[in-house]
């Protein structure tokens, strides 16, 4: 089955900077990768995804790039806000199944 | 709309004892999934569905079954709890059917067992 590594699993930022968290997968017939927000208590929120056939996705403060080639897909997000605070999952799925990384505790300092 | 709910929020159970842990969803979803959640160890899929009448077993299925008579709600149940079995669950929806498409998740359960 599939494997997702997530690193680093805590990084701590000051406010302003930017933060990137990487993801590698095992399986090449992985076809689509969503990120999740998962506040301290509460449900994870999907905030970004890709697909395999597209490099490059943004949405304001957050892109998220792929590399079929090489496996492995990041999150970048710029500006940080202490409000960015918490712990960020990512995922691979294929053929209905979805498999997640161990998560990435994100600490912004004001 | 509700969105997904599940029910209860919090249970403890003793070894040995089995307990359905409820999911529904009003958003007329095809696709949803049981996920438990260890600390450091991410979300690990446990059941999913496709649809009504469709089941299949996702990474860690041993010790869980699910049913799905109808579209909106998704069971889970134990049938002799473990204490392995201690997590926090969550359920969730997608308007994919393949579900890839953003899942919704429930609030989730913890659950402890003894």
């Known amino acids: 089955g599939e494997n997702v590594e997530q690193h680093p699993s805590t990084l701590s930022v000051q406010e302003g900077d930017s933060a990137v968290i990487k993801c590698t997968y095992s399986d090449s017939a992985s076809n689509y990768f969503p990120w999740y927000k998962q506040e301290l208590g509460k449900r994870p929120q999907l905030i970004i995804d890709?697909?395999?056939?597209?490099g490059e996705k943004k949405d304001q403060r957050i892109a998220v790039t792929l590399n079929k080639t090489a496996k492995h897909f990041s999150l970048h997000i710029t500006e940080t806000q202490p409000e960015d605070s918490a712990v960020y999952f990512c995922?691979?799925?294929?053929?209905?199944?979805?498999?997640f990384g161990s998560g990435t505790k994100l600490n912004v300092k004001p | 709309n509700a969105g997904v709910t599940q029910t209860p929020k919090f249970q403890v159970l003793k070894t040995g004892q089995s307990m359905t842990l409820q999911c529904a969803q009003d958003?007329?979803?095809?696709?949803m999934s049981w996920y438990r959640q260890d600390p450091g160890m991410g979300l690990r899929l446990i059941h999913y569905s496709v649809g009504a009448g469709i089941t299949d077993q996702g990474e860690v299925p041993n010790g869980y079954n699910v049913s799905r008579s109808t579209t909106e709600d998704f069971p889970l149940r134990l049938l002799s709890a473990a204490p392995s079995q201690t997590s926090v669950y969550f359920c969730?929806?997608?308007?994919?059917?393949?579900?890839?498409?953003?899942?919704?998740f429930g609030p989730g359960t913890r659950l402890t067992v003894l």
């Open positions: 890709i697909r395999s056939n597209v």
């Open positions: 969730a929806s997608s308007y994919v059917a393949s579900g890839e498409g953003e899942q919704f």
């Open positions: 958003m007329n979803h095809e696709y």
């Open positions: 995922a691979a799925s294929n053929f209905n199944k979805f498999y």
